[in-house]
């Protein structure tokens, strides 16, 4: 192809995924979920104080919901909170950005890898670019402030750069310093950055040997560079986000390791010891979630919920790029290989499978096989018939299946699936600051999720007063919030055994109740309704009361 087509293309392309990723942004999905709040919140903390909602300066891992979220997406949405402020824009610009920023980084990184085949290279780049700016997978997660979606961009860039240095090893440098800057995205990239690396020494371990100083500076850069947050990833609070999440902890792990106690416990036999234990049975769970995260149903029909990770018409593209791609002679390929492999792993050593966020790192590379089963479709064709046995129904296919999926995730998800999304809370908060002069207590309900989170960041509250004034998720000032449905030792307005007169300040028409509507249907002769609120799209989320005067 010509440069200047080339040019054109990719301009078109990254038009396409620009659209994808910014189209509608504020109100599809039609709320900032709580982990958005936290993270966009923390960054305008920091960019009017120097510190985050604990009033920490400057911390490399921001404590939030005691989940001690990594710093990067905080501090690279500052520039977004600044100019747009605290609104849907501001937490979500940063992400769609580096949505499109990852398309670029993809281009390249394919025609790097077929670089070989200079005659089509460019082409087989547009094309696999073409498939990440429609993938579905990337699109959902651009649209939301997701830290794998930074990491994603690093990774990107920094596996580029890799595969560069194949050719220059001065390359490697800057490669050790950009998969340095991933690790402070996202706790998955630690899986997949040592697997990456391996596949590079293996076929690459000539000319590492014959270029030492390089490799040994390089080495140095990256451990420098993670030197700051990888001490803080592997102390107490760093591994608390790990021990959440830890396969220890998922259900069927603990199905597995007693249906294995019982099986031993039958037959007390040495061949049975080795085969039914806990570590067997934890590493059954782990191939059982890795399989959950690549079956067809999570990949093609599923996987962002009203849709799949991938088009439907892509499945037979896929295989034929993915054969294409174990051919080619390029043994740079194994790093893409073993970037995809990797990329599960997260999943598998996880519970709540199959999850698509925390394997998103492997997104590129399913539109890699795409990209080029493709152009291998298209060239299989006789030129004559292209046209109309190849273009023509291709088209077609793609204009069908992105509509499609235009319907069911512009349209109809953020009606089906408003409360999910945490659809009421941004009117919650412009209710009760409109209201709340009338009252010298209002009492939000923590149903859905922690409220305090969406008070900061949807409301007028300035930083350095919410800091003066020592705010926790339980409240501050004239607020108090119950608890979330996951804690634990806290007010829960459902339960009827909680008598929510215990919050009344002074005098019933003093306090104002922001329940959920749940709570309040459950308790309905304990409160007298004022006002109903609801969301964008859901009717009635939240229930204003007073408590009862019985």
Request: glycine fraction near 6%; charged fraction near 15%; charge should be positive.
């Amino acid at each position: 192809m010509r440069q200047r087509h080339t040019f054109f293309a990719l301009l078109a392309i990254l038009a396409i995924g620009t659209f994808f990723r910014f189209y509608r942004l504020t109100t599809v999905p039609p709320s900032i979920s709580h982990d958005e709040s936290a993270i966009a919140y923390n960054a305008y903390s920091i960019l009017k104080t120097g510190k985050d909602e604990y009033g920490t300066p400057f911390p490399l891992l921001f404590r939030s919901f005691d989940d001690y979220k990594l710093p990067g997406m905080v501090y690279s949405s500052i520039p977004a909170v600044s100019v747009f402020g605290r609104t849907a824009m501001g937490a979500r610009f940063t992400s769609a950005f580096f949505g499109v920023l990852t398309l670029l980084a993809f281009y390249f990184l394919t025609y790097e890898l077929i670089i070989n085949h200079r005659n089509k290279a460019q082409l087989y780049a547009l094309a696999t670019t073409f498939f990440l700016a429609i993938s579905p997978w990337h699109i959902n997660f651009s649209r939301q402030l997701f830290e794998s979606n930074g990491a994603l961009f690093f990774i990107t860039l920094s596996t580029y750069t890799l595969l560069k240095s194949l050719k220059n090893i001065r390359f490697l440098l800057l490669s050790s310093l950009l998969f340095g800057i991933s690790v402070y995205f996202y706790y998955s990239v630690r899986l997949v950055i040592p697997c990456i690396i391996l596949a590079y020494v293996l076929i690459n371990k000539k000319q590492l040997l014959v270029n030492k100083t390089i490799v040994i500076i390089s080495v140095f850069l990256f451990l420098v560079s993670i030197f700051p947050v990888g001490t803080l990833m592997f102390s107490k609070d760093g591994l608390e986000r790990v021990s959440i999440v830890s396969l220890l902890n998922d259900p069927n792990y603990h199905k597995w390791k007693d249906v294995f106690i019982k099986r031993y416990a039958k037959n007390q036999n040495v061949i049975n010891k080795i085969l039914f234990n806990q570590k067997t049975a934890l590493g059954m769970t782990a191939i059982d979630n890795y399989w959950k995260n690549i079956t067809p149903l999570q990949i093609f029909e599923s996987g962002t919920g009203p849709y799949g990770l991938q088009h439907p018409f892509e499945i037979p593209l896929m295989f034929i790029g993915l054969l294409y791609l174990l051919q080619y002679a390029n043994p740079a390929k194994w790093i893409l290989i073993a970037w995809l492999f990797s990329a599960f792993l997260p999943g598998a050593l996880s519970t709540n499978q199959p999850n698509a966020l925390r394997t998103l790192l492997a997104a590129p590379i399913f539109s890699l096989f795409s990209g080029l089963g493709a152009i291998e479709f298209l060239e299989a064709i006789e030129k004559r018939k292209r046209l109309l046995f190849g273009i023509v129904p291709f088209s077609l296919s793609i204009i069908f299946f992105m509509y499609t999926f235009y319907q069911a995730y512009f349209i109809v998800n953020p009606i089906r699936n408003a409360l999910g999304f945490g659809d009421g809370y941004e009117q919650m908060v412009q209710y009760v600051t409109t209201n709340q002069k009338q009252y010298d207590r209002v009492v939000i309900s923590g149903y859905y999720w922690r409220p305090y989170i969406f008070m900061l960041y949807w409301s007028d509250i300035d930083p350095h007063e919410y800091q003066k004034l020592n705010g926790s998720r339980h409240g501050w000032g004239k607020y108090v919030f119950t608890g979330a449905q996951w804690d634990k030792n806290d007010i829960f307005l459902l339960s009827p055994s909680y008598d929510p007169k215990k919050l009344v300040l002074s005098t019933p028409e003093k306090t104002l109740f922001i329940l959920a509507k749940p709570e309040f249907d459950n308790n309905a002769s304990r409160y007298r309704q004022i006002d109903t609120i609801s969301g964008r799209h859901e009717p009635s989320v939240f229930i204003a009361a007073l408590s009862s005067q019985n």
